[in-house]
């Protein structure tokens, strides 16, 4: 269910609010293009400023907008478990067909903890959980070992791997072998991390160029290596521009210099430096967004 490209799509505000057509006309977007599935309320989604009606709207209003055409896997993990298990019990009530838990992030749990974490969600929620391993943003490793131990837990399908240690992944592909589906976290390694054996990404670059995104992971899925290469490549200068700034601002920036958004964030993220709004100006120019 969970594989190729799948958006981690931006929350548009106005005013201060969830902007709802906005996030509609996008959602319209990324089926017309080719996105196989959307990630609602991740940290690309700005869900760390969401409060828990934003967030369980901004999941609800994805899912009526899909209307089961792909499926929806929800952003629900949060640093406490209680509250994880909530947000999640909370998007499997609005029908979402799964749900995207970050590691728990702040207080740095063992990787027992870790384990008890997950493990605790899938006892309590009998739907697919996709797990989220990011140590830049957790100051934790869901370690190779670990994600082997959840992948014999039935409803744990899948891991958003966004260390970009392709000698992790190659690991967690090896240690678990079908028990799990290894999606990338980090555009930059989705070709690579393919080519080992994963099965898709969960994209920030697919936020803009969703078509292209799409394309290539078919061309991986159909082993037209070379057609997928020249996608990669062609990719490499805008998904590193979605970083030159922490994530979402860049790629909130870049929507909203292609119209489809306003650009506005919540504290404690804010607009982009002058310097570097012109070079993802000049970056989207050259690729013909703008």
């Not at 993802?280 to 967004?289: H, T, V, Y």
Request: charged share 25%.
């Amino acid at each position: 269910m969970f594989n190729g490209s799948i958006v981690a799509i931006v929350t548009p505000f106005s005013d201060g609010k969830f902007d709802e057509k906005a996030y509609a006309d996008l959602i319209e977007w990324h089926i017309k293009e080719g996105t196989n599935a959307i990630v609602p309320c991740g940290t690309t989604g700005e869900s760390a400023t969401l409060d828990y009606d934003e967030h369980l709207r901004v999941i609800e209003k994805c899912i009526e907008v899909v209307n089961k055409r792909v499926p929806v896997i929800a952003g629900t993990g949060a640093n406490s478990t209680d509250e994880t298990i909530m947000i999640t019990r909370g998007a499997q009530k609005a029908g979402a067909d799964g749900a995207l838990l970050v590691s728990p992030y702040y207080n740095k749990p063992s990787q027992e903890g870790i384990y008890r974490h997950y493990a605790k969600v899938a006892q309590v929620v009998d739907m697919p959980l996709v797990l989220y391993n990011v140590p830049g943003r957790t100051s934790s490793n869901v370690l190779p070992e670990t994600v082997a131990r959840l992948a014999e837990i039935d409803t744990i399908v899948a891991i958003k791997e966004a260390t970009g240690n392709m000698r992790q992944v190659s690991d967690v592909i090896r240690l678990c072998g079908d028990k799990i589906v290894v999606l990338s976290g980090d555009d930059f390694t989705t070709f690579t991390l393919m080519s080992l054996g994963g099965k898709g990404v969960i994209s920030v670059v697919a936020n803009i160029v969703p078509g292209k995104v799409s394309e290539m992971c078919s061309y991986m899925h159909r082993g037209l290596i070379e057609d997928a290469r020249k996608i990669h490549y062609e990719l490499e200068p805008l998904s590193g521009a979605m970083f030159i700034e922490t994530n979402p601002v860049p790629v909130k920036t870049s929507l909203a210099m292609m119209g489809k958004i306003r650009e506005e964030f919540r504290l404690p993220l804010c607009e982009m430096s002058d310097a570097n709004r012109d070079k993802l100006k000049g970056i989207l120019s050259s690729n013909g967004l703008v």
